[in-house]
């Protein structure tokens, strides 16, 4: 079954203790996401990357980071977790912006709580 | 820069009411328009898709949408909504090659 993955789905933790979530992908997609999702604001995006090894900044990339060492995984990291990092992540892949019919597929999300 | 509103922050209809959430956006040229949905406590799910040819396009559990060029929109409509169309409803726009932009959502209650 085609899906996206992440872990954990819930977390609470505390300001400073870093943290991973990771997101896997089975569908051999080139692309992958992070968004985080604030009520009123929708999805904001967090960080990308079209492939392995190259990443790049979303709309709000500020506090986070990223690594593609492979294809298939792409893990959100808070080096510092602050309260205004409490939200809901989102993970998503996509074949690729090359592809005409391209479409966006998400993880189940997972909702952080910083204290 | 690129944006997508939606025009309503929270719909509340009756079962059996007809159901239209707009979405405009703000881009020129040829676009890709997508509708998801977020039902309580899940992930997003595609609705729908637009790409090119028929701009009225039929997706999952009834929905259907038209897209307006003219106009810069992409409505999502249903006939006649169930209880169990209570979610939140997200339109999203890409360009060819560039990322996806989200519009802020629109909660849909739908009182039994």
């Known amino acids: 079954e085609a899906q996206v993955t992440q872990n954990p789905r819930y977390l609470i933790t505390v300001t400073g203790k870093k943290l991973t979530v990771t997101c896997s992908q089975n569908?051999?997609?080139?692309?992958m996401s992070w968004y985080r999702q604030d009520p009123g604001l929708g999805l904001r995006q967090i960080y990308y990357?079209?492939?392995?090894?190259?990443?790049d900044k979303g709309d709000v990339p500020e506090g986070y980071k990223v690594s593609r060492k492979e294809k298939r995984n792409f893990p959100l990291i808070l080096e510092s977790p602050s309260p205004n990092q409490t939200s809901l992540y989102f993970c998503?892949?996509?074949?690729?912006?090359?592809?005409?019919?391209?479409?966006?597929?998400f993880g189940p999300g997972t909702r952080l709580t910083v204290l | 820069a690129q944006s997508v509103s939606q025009h309503n922050h929270h719909v509340i209809l009756s079962e059996a009411a007809s159901l239209e959430l707009g979405c405009n956006y703000s881009?020129?040229?040829?676009?890709?328009l997508f509708w998801y949905v977020q039902y309580p406590g899940q992930h997003l799910q595609l609705l729908l898709k637009?790409?090119?040819?028929?701009?009225l396009v039929k997706g999952i559990k009834g929905f259907e949408a038209e897209f307006i060029k003219s106009k810069f929109s992409f409505n999502l409509r249903k006939p006649s909504v169930q209880w169990s169309d209570t979610a939140e409803y997200f339109c999203?726009?890409?360009?060819?090659?560039?990322?996806?932009?989200f519009g802020p959502g629109t909660r849909l209650s739908v009182l039994p």
């Open positions: 569908m051999n997609h080139e692309y």
């Open positions: 881009y020129g040229g040829t676009v890709n």
């Open positions: 637009y790409f090119s040819g028929d701009p």
């Open positions: 990357s079209m492939n392995v090894e190259v990443t």
């Open positions: 998503a892949s996509r074949a690729g912006r090359g592809s005409r019919t391209d479409t966006q597929y």
């Open positions: 999203a726009v890409t360009r060819y090659g560039q990322n996806f932009v």
